[in-house]
């Protein structure tokens, strides 16, 4: 394929979250990128693209009301190139769980239901899609999930993929030209690119990468964390004393290489001097990574969340500014979906000999006296999608992460939680899983080249945990996959 050749992929421009996610996937795969929200555009696109963020009642409220409902429906009936992800293709069903009442496009005569609190929800991380009957766009391998909701069932008249959590749930689906994915292939790593090459070139032999095969159900994450300060990586210990540790585009990048399942990105010093995130540093991040971004730090009010949304972060982490005004969770909830919010709470033991744990903010140097337990839970019946829960006092420590506080933060959230502060090693790591972590997040080892994220995935396969290991990575261009 020559550059003359390379097709144009519109973009729904939905208003909410994962645009610059999916635009940046299509730019690697050389493909010209439009968004619009106009319907004559979208009709006429060669390929059309609908993201899918947010929720199910708002969602089909916001097609019916630009005429977009009407060009979803044209474009599936003449067989026309479309993609729906996540949330789209539950648009694609009758009802949802999720907004009682409401009515999607009908186009697949089905319900979508949520997830029993049997698990923890929403599904954060990896899955093994298993396709059926071969469909042309989809292979096995690991897809990289974001959904409190699913359909249960492939619909008649479709083929498509499977996956396991809390039992089998739709994965993908795909009819003709039209590919509707529960999970986000655009940040589905190496594999992911491959099925949108697949889907945009109408090729079934586009191979970017290839997953590992292996047991059905959600993997645990491992997480490099990139503590940035004026757009530079640092680290320090318990978030002072911080040094130079590299350029976080560079580093995040080779971090995917190692076969990372997520990057944080966590501006230290955006909340104590009172700036805002670098949003070009999140740009420029996101226009190299095809896994799934986290950003924290100087998220003050509901707007600097869009922002870094609206730049490439496809959940944004909010500290300080929820211990002072805890309704920002539910209206960032409210807007863009529990899964784009990562309420990150900071944990120190109490200085005067009580037991548990109290919230600091701004970087430590605050002690708030809020019991870090019932913050938690406040947090999660508030809206947050994940929490996000570094120790204070093992911060940089390397004696391990501190597993009664997973322990008992666990106990009292239905959501996933990502451990951190402490870890040197994988045995730190295994045994914050145990605890009830559903992903483990490290810094300094990372940085100073103790191991890398594939060692330590070896290492925790070879302890029994359920982790996603990745074939090495093929071109991310489609010029040399197809002619």
């Known amino acids: 394929m020559t550059d003359s050749d390379a097709p144009t992929v519109t973009i729904v421009n939905t208003g909410i979250a994962n645009t610059a996610s999916v635009a940046a996937a299509f730019t690697r795969l050389g493909a010209t990128v439009e968004l619009t929200d106009d319907p004559g555009r979208a009709r006429a696109a060669s390929h059309l693209v609908l993201p899918g963020v947010g ?54 005569d089905a319900h979508v239901g949520a997830f029993p609190d049997t698990v923890r929800t929403p599904q954060f991380g990896w899955n093994l899609a298993t396709p059926e009957d071969e469909p042309r766009f989809l292979t096995p391998g690991y897809a990289y999930f974001a959904n409190s ?36 292939p655009e940040l589905s790593g190496p594999w992911g690119l491959g099925v ?35 757009g530079r990586v640092v680290k320090g210990v318990k978030f002072q004393n911080l040094r130079d540790a590299g350029d976080p585009v560079e580093q995040a990048t080779a971090y995917e290489s190692q076969n990372a399942d997520e990057i944080v990105i966590l501006d230290v010093s955006a909340t104590p001097e009172g700036r805002s995130t670098a949003v070009e540093t999140v740009a420029s991040v996101r226009a190299t990574l095809s896994i799934p971004l986290t950003v924290g730090g100087g998220v003050k009010q509901l707007s600097d969340a869009l922002a870094l949304l609206d730049a490439g972060a496809d959940k944004v982490g909010i500290n300080s500014a929820a211990v002072e005004n805890p309704e920002i969770i539910r209206a960032l909830a409210d807007q863009v979906g529990t899964q784009c919010v990562v309420l990150a709470i900071d944990a120190a033991r109490y200085e005067d000999g009580r037991e548990g744990w109290e919230v600091v903010t701004r970087s430590g140097t605050n002690r708030t006296g809020l019991d870090a337990i019932a913050w938690a839970r406040r947090g999660f019946e508030l809206g947050a999608g994940e929490i996000l829960l570094t120790s204070y006092d093992r911060d940089g420590t390397h004696e391990g992460y501190d597993l009664d506080l997973i322990r008992a933060i666990a106990a009292v959230v239905n959501v996933p939680i990502i451990a951190s502060g402490g870890a040197s090693n994988a045995q730190h790591m ?26 330590i995935k070896d290492d925790l396969a070879r302890a029994g945990i359920a982790v996603r290991r990745e074939l090495g990575a093929k071109t991310a261009g489609l010029q040399e996959n197809a002619s």
């Open 430 to 455: 295994s045994a914050a899983i145990d605890a009830g972590a559903d992903a483990v997040l490290a810094a300094s080892i990372f940085h100073d080249g103790h191991t890398t994220v594939g060692d």
């Open 149 to 184: 909701y699913r359909l249960t069932a492939i619909p008649e008249g479709w083929s498509g993929a499977i996956a396991n959590h809390a039992g089998p749930f739709v994965a993908a689906l795909q009819r003709g030209n039209t590919l509707a994915c529960q999970f986000h």
């Open 55 to 108: 929720a199910f009642g708002p969602g089909a409220d916001m097609l019916r009301g630009r005429g977009l409902d009407a060009v979803i429906r044209e474009r599936l009936a003449a067989d026309r190139p479309t993609l729906c992800v996540c949330l789209g293709l539950q648009l694609l069903c009758a009802t949802s769980d999720e907004t009682p009442g409401a009515t999607g496009l009908g186009i697949i």
């Open 196 to 230: 949108l090459g697949r889907w945009l070139t109408g090729s079934n032999e586009i191979a970017i990468g290839d997953s590992i095969t292996g047991a059905g159900g959600i993997t645990n994450r491992v997480i490099p964390c990139l503590d940035v300060r004026d």
